[in-house]
């Protein structure tokens, strides 16, 4: 048995052996200092906290990935993203030619300053775009 046992454990197998071994232990620091950069990035105050509880081997990585806080780089990309979006509506709307006031879809006049924004249809009186050329509302043609 115990020949048999020197016979596996040849110099070949314990090198696989001590490979496998040290591929996992590797494996482990690396996951341990992820979980150290990794909370520490998402501005977690305890960030060491997580890091110890990583120290717990795969259990502790695990368990950081399933309860890790919510990235607060993420949500601020979200909210630029947000605001880009809200400015692109904006945009789309416009502002005020004279004080830069944005302007909604339906405003005739600023609301600050009373500048004529966009043309009104001589018809139905809804607001028109300066550029239409029929009132997409009750079809009379705009001069
Ligand atoms: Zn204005
Ligand atoms: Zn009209």
């Not at 947000?82 to 005739?108: H, S, W």
């Not at 029929?134 to 001069?143: G, L």
């Amino acid at each position: 048995m115990s020949s048999l046992l020197k016979e596996v454990m040849s110099p070949q197998v314990m090198m696989v052996v001590y490979g496998f071994i040290a591929f996992v232990v590797v494996l482990y620091a690396l996951s341990v200092l992820y979980v150290f950069i990794d909370a520490n990035r998402r501005g977690c105050k305890f960030f060491w906290a997580w890091g110890l509880l990583s120290l717990i081997p795969f259990a502790g990585l695990i368990a950081y990935l399933v309860l890790r806080p919510h990235s607060y780089l993420a949500d601020r990309e979200e909210q630029e993203l947000d605001m880009a979006l809200r400015e692109r509506q904006l945009a789309q709307y416009g502002t005020c030619p004279n004080c830069g006031t944005p302007i909604e879809k339906d405003f005739v006049v600023c609301p600050v300053c009373n500048t004529q924004v966009r043309n009104v249809c001589p018809s139905c009186k809804r607001p028109l775009d300066a550029h239409w050329k029929v009132c997409p509302y009750c079809r009379t043609h705009i001069q």
